[in-house]
Structures are given as structure tokens and as C-alpha cells.
């Protein structure tokens, strides 16, 4: 345990040491408000009448375009960076175990995704300032936000470790993420069985219930499968070291 | 043929035996090339063992790395790892430190085997990798207080532990700075700071000097001698005059084997039957020639330098190991009335006998050798 929150610490702070971090969180926060904006300008000049369907759920599958755009930039260098250098090597010869290594990096980018989201709720606190509403939806809509970066670091994780080229990482991570978005978009050829297993495998079709500001459980338990599955990958990959060599 | 000197630090392995093709020069290569057979905590004559590494394989694929690597180092001493590029040391020094797992064969560290008990190996190693492999977005301090977190030592020990590393690098003068901003030199100091946090009894330096200018290669050179007084040392390096100066045992590696273990001393008089001065004269070539021939127990004489009718000549005078013949050659020399300008012993150097030894393995055959040969090979 203090393994894993050394290695989160150290990562934080070169998140922060940087000015990467701050670029990121700057395009996020422009990105989302203007999305925002835009959402609240079109919810009021087209009359619509309720909030959650009518505003949040287009909020919310804003700001998921916004997190794809900037998580595997956020990802990418963990592992990646730590080979270029030769940085890993000696992480693997440090008596940590390499789970430990990956649960520290994972808390690292987690916990600069959160930092992300509360500075992306301040939007929201505003408009409560002048116009309180119903806190039940846009919290749901955050939830379904935290889980779906949950499972895009996870996914970003798994190709840090494949590649020391950062660049590499982060396109990897792009292709995987919209191939798991895209999946769906074939109704035309697809028959209806297989549509209907690419739906249940679709990243975004389980965010859009917490958008529209419902929680189900079988969407929770999605993204946290796929998180599982990608930290997994990322586990097998590092220990292919013994058959690949140190690269 | 086989050799086991039971003085620490000159220890041999026992051998499997002459290698077919195995050209007569000595005994070397079969009590060298092949591994040790038994695993005991305590090596023949009561020093405990450190370090050992029996019959280590590793394959990638269909490439072998490292055929079958077995030695054993003492407590205290500190060892020489050399090795041409892609001889196998990395990926050697990377089974021993755990990175990856032999094929097959054990590493065992201060007793533990690296593969079963990963980390209570690890925690008795300190490493430095080849490319003192650092965040330079860190600083100094914070980066120590990182590994040893790492390594697992508690909040109270850490502060102790941070600062004596330091103390012993001598960087506590730029605790505060990045290490990105850091000379090469001090950043190779960070590095090895980070391999004594922790007080591990055991230290893998991985190429300490290299990319150092003179002044540098020397200070670490000097922070490394001074690491082996209480710790067992393995030093890693193609740099065969660091070897010289700081390890009481040279191990030699090409081709994923390993060619010798043993002291430069006892490799010198293995490698070559003959003990050899160099004699600068002042006379016409034939007749110091028939002079220095003539000197009792002489058994060859060579021309290293000097054109024939040149005015003064260097002769490699060779005699059997037991024989000093400086003096008698001088008197020779002097009595035949011809200027003795320069006498001395030449001993062989660790380039001349990793050359011989590398030589010897490639060619098959023993490669004749002249004296005033070589360069540093990098």
C-alpha cells in the first residue's frame, strides 16, 4: 500500500510539475464550458422542458467527447515515458510487485481525472446559483462521467505499457476506445443478435443512461469489467518482460 | 586441469571439462566456461556466499541470450563484469536483480532465490542501472525519499536513510536541485545514492562511468572503491582499467558465456606461459639480439620496436614464470657494452587478456599477441 501511494504521489506530482497538466485542464475546461454554454443556449431557445433530458443528458455526452479527447494524453506517459527513460528497469528491480506499480499509476491519472471533474462541476454550480435544480440527475451524469475515465485510463494504461513512444500510446488508446464506440454504428449490415452483443459491449451505450440520469447496475458493472480487463492487460504486458526482453 | 584455489577473492569454479576445439594454451577455458554444480550458502573455504548464479539460461524466442552462466561471489568482494556489447552481461545482471527470470538455472542473492522470493532479494540489492535512470523533473531529495518509500522503509528511518545516502554520494549540496539540471557526473552520484538506500548488503552498477568525463570517471571511480570496503560489489563495465584499479575478480562474458572468473593475475599466468620485460638498447639489432639470447634462462626473444640498423631497439625478452632474468639481461646487456636505456616487466593487461581470451573463442585457436597493442575497446 505505500508502495502504490508512493508511486501515485510521484506521478501526481509530475502531473503537476509540468505544464502538460496544466494545457490539459485548460482545453477540458473550455472545451466542456463552451459545450455547456451551447447546451444551456439551445435548451432555452428551443423551449424544452425538462432539465435532465432536455439539458444534462446533452451536457453530459459533451463532456465525454471532451474526455476522450484528453484522457489517453493524460495516460500515455505512464509507462511509456518510464521505458524511454530506462526509468522502469529500475522500478523492477525496487521489491514492489508490478500490480503495485500499475495500481499507483492508475490512482495517479484517476485522481487527476477527478481533480478534472469537480473543476468541470463548477459550470454547474453556477446555473444551481441562479436556477436551483434537481441534484439527482447531474449527479448520476457525474458518476457515469468518473466511471467511463475509469475505464478510458484503464484502457490508456494497458498501452503505455506496450510502447515507449508516447505518441504510440496515446493513438493506441484513440483506436481501442473508438472502436468501442463506433462498434454500433453498423446496425445496416450487422444482423440484429450480433447488434444486439456489440450493444452490450459498446462503451457509450452504457453512459448514456447515467446521462440521462439514471444509474443501472449492469452499466456500473461494465465499465468497471472493462477497467478490470484493460489493468489486466496492462499487468500481462509488463510481465511480458521475461519473454520479450527488456525493450 | 581443474583449479579451485581456495583464497578469497581467487576462487575458481570447477569446470566441465575442455571444450572440443580448445586450443592448448592453458586449462583456462574449460574451468571457465562452464558452471559450478553445487549451490551451498558457504563456498569451499568458509567465506558465505553473496552472490550466486548457477547454470543461468535465458532465451527470447529462439535467441539465446545467455547459455549457461554459473559463478559465486563472497561477501565483501568486489567483482568486474566484463563483456563486449551483446555479450549477455545486461541481460545477466537483469536476472540477478530480478527483472525477469532465468529459462532456467537460479540467481540467489544474500541467500534468496530472485525468482521465488522476489522481493526479499530485491530488498538486499541496491541497482544501478546502465543509464542512471532517473526523473529529471524530480529533485534530488524528493527522488531518494521516493525509492525509499519504495524499498519500504518507515517514516522515521527514511529521513536517516535519505541523508546518509546522500553523505556518502556527496550531493547533499544539491538535495534541492532537479535532477534533470543536474552534470552527468552528479547524476550518476544520484543514481548510485539510490542503490545505498536502504543499506543493502548487495550492489549491481551497471556501466557507473560511462559517458563521464576524465574528472568524473575518476570521482566515482573513487565512490565506487570506497562502496566495496563493506559491501559485495558487482561493477559492470567494458572499461578494463576501472577493473583493474577496483576488483579483486574479473569475470569474463562473451557470447552469452563465460570465458574466465578469476583474479587479472591469475588469468595473466594462464593466458600467457611466459613472464615478459620489455629491454630498450642501444646497439646494432643482430648483436644485442645474440646477447640477449645468450642470458641463461631467456626462451625468446622478440622485436617490438625499432627498424633493423636503427640506432636504439625494444626486444620482449620471454622467460618462464618462475624466472626473473631482469637482472642477468641487464648485466648482459651492459657487459656486452651496449646502452641499457630502459628495462621493465610487462604485465599483461585485463585488454590483452580479454582480447586473448575473446580472440582464442572466436578464432577457435590461440591468437599470437605483441605486446604494445590495443587501445581501450569500447
Keep these: 500500500m505505500r508502495a502504490i501511494s508512493a508511486i501515485a504521489r510521484r506521478e501526481l506530482a509530475a502531473y503537476f510539475g509540468s505544464p502538460t497538466a496544466y494545457v490539459l485542464i485548460g482545453v477540458f475546461l473550455v472545451l466542456s464550458g463552451y459545450f455547456f454554454y451551447s447546451d444551456v443556449a439551445l435548451f432555452v431557445t428551443f423551449g424544452a422542458q425538462v432539465l435532465s433530458t432536455g439539458l444534462w443528458r446533452f451536457v453530459f455526452v459533451d463532456y465525454r467527447l471532451v474526455t476522450l479527447l484528453v484522457l489517453p494524453l493524460v495516460t500515455m506517459r505512464l509507462f511509456a515515458e518510464e521505458r524511454k527513460l530506462g526509468t522502469i528497469e529500475l522500478l523492477w528491480t525496487l521489491p514492489v510487485k508490478d500490480y503495485q506499480l500499475i495500481l499507483g499509476k492508475f490512482l495517479a491519472a484517476w485522481c487527476f481525472f477527478a481533480v478534472i471533474v469537480l473543476l468541470a462541476m463548477i459550470p454547474f454550480v453556477v446555473f444551481y446559483a441562479f436556477f436551483p435544480f434537481d441534484l439527482g440527475p447531474p449527479i448520476a451524469g457525474f458518476v457515469g462521467l468518473l466511471l467511463l475515465g475509469t475505464a478510458f485510463i484503464a484502457c490508456g494504461i494497458a498501452a503505455s505499457t506496450l510502447t515507449e513512444n508516447q505518441v504510440v500510446a496515446a493513438m493506441l488508446t484513440y483506436g481501442v476506445l473508438v472502436f468501442f464506440w463506433f462498434m454500433t454504428w453498423n446496425e445496416a449490415v450487422g444482423e440484429e443478435s450480433v447488434i444486439r452483443v456489440l450493444l452490450l459491449l459498446s462503451l457509450f451505450d452504457h453512459y448514456y443512461n447515467f446521462a440521462s440520469g439514471s444509474i443501472q447496475t449492469v452499466d456500473v458493472a461494465y465499465f468497471l469489467v472493462f477497467a478490470a480487463f484493460f489493468l489486466f492487460i496492462a499487468l500481462r504486458s509488463l510481465q511480458s518482460r521475461s519473454w520479450r526482453g527488456v525493450v | ?378
Design chain 2, 1 to 378: 586441469m581443474q583449479r579451485s584455489v581456495p583464497v578469497r577473492g581467487r576462487r575458481t569454479l570447477p569446470g566441465r571439462g575442455r571444450r572440443s576445439g580448445a586450443g592448448g594454451r592453458s586449462g583456462i577455458r574449460s574451468w571457465a566456461a562452464a558452471g559450478a554444480t553445487r549451490a551451498p550458502a558457504r563456498s569451499t573455504d568458509g567465506t558465505t556466499l553473496e552472490i550466486t548464479a548457477e547454470h543461468l539460461r535465458k532465451t527470447f524466442g529462439a535467441t539465446v541470450a545467455v547459455h549457461d552462466v554459473s559463478f559465486e561471489i563472497a561477501r565483501g568482494e568486489v567483482v568486474g563484469f566484463l563483456g563486449p556489447n551483446g555479450a549477455g552481461k545486461s541481460t545477466t545482471l537483469r536476472m540477478l536483480t530480478g527483472v525477469f527470470p532465468p529459462s532456467s538455472g537460479r540467481a540467489i542473492i544474500a541467500g534468496r532465490d530472485v525468482a521465488r522470493e522476489p522481493l526479499e532479494a530485491r530488498r538486499a540489492l541496491g541497482y544501478l542501472p546502465e543509464r542512471a535512470a532517473a526523473y529529471g523533473e524530480m529533485q534530488v531529495a524528493g527522488y531518494l525519499r521516493f525509492i525509499a518509500e519504495m524499498k519500504g522503509l518507515g517514516a522515521r528511518e527514511l529521513t536517516g536513510a535519505v541523508r546518509a545516502a546522500m553523505g556518502a554520494t556527496g550531493i547533499e549540496h544539491v538535495s534541492h536541485r532537479l535532477i534533470g539540471n543536474l552534470s552527468k557526473g552528479y547524476r550518476q552520484r544520484v543514481g548510485i545514492a539510490q542503490a545505498l538506500i536502504g543499506s543493502p548488503p548487495v550492489l549491481i552498477l551497471d556501466e557507473p562511468t560511462s559517458g563521464l568525463d576524465p574528472e568524473q570517471v575518476t570521482e566515482i571511480r573513487g565512490l565506487v572503491q570506497g562502496l566495496g570496503s563493506e559491501r559485495t560489489v558487482i561493477l559492470s563495465t567494458h572499461i578494463l582499467p576501472e577493473v583493474e584499479s577496483i576488483c579483486s575478480r574479473v569475470i569474463i562474458m562473451n557470447r552469452g558465456r563465460i570465458l574466465a572468473v578469476d583474479s587479472p593475475a591469475h588469468l595473466e599466468e594462464h593466458l600467457r606461459p611466459y613472464r615478459e620485460i620489455a629491454v630498450e638498447v642501444a646497439g646494432p639489432g643482430d648483436d644485442v639480439l645474440r646477447v640477449l639470447r645468450g642470458v641463461p634462462e631467456v626462451v625468446e626473444v622478440v622485436a617490438i620496436a625499432g627498424a633493423p640498423g636503427a640506432a636504439t631497439g625494444t626486444w620482449a625478452v620471454r622467460s618462464e614464470h618462475r624466472h626473473d632474468v631482469r637482472r642477468a639481461v641487464a648485466a648482459a646487456v651492459v657487459g656486452a657494452g651496449y646502452g641499457l636505456v630502459r628495462l621493465e616487466h610487462l604485465a599483461m593487461t585485463l585488454e590483452e587478456i580479454f582480447l586473448t581470451l575473446i580472440g582464442d573463442e572466436e578464432a577457435g585457436a590461440p591468437s599470437s599477441r605483441r605486446t604494445e597493442q590495443v587501445g581501450a575497446s569500447h
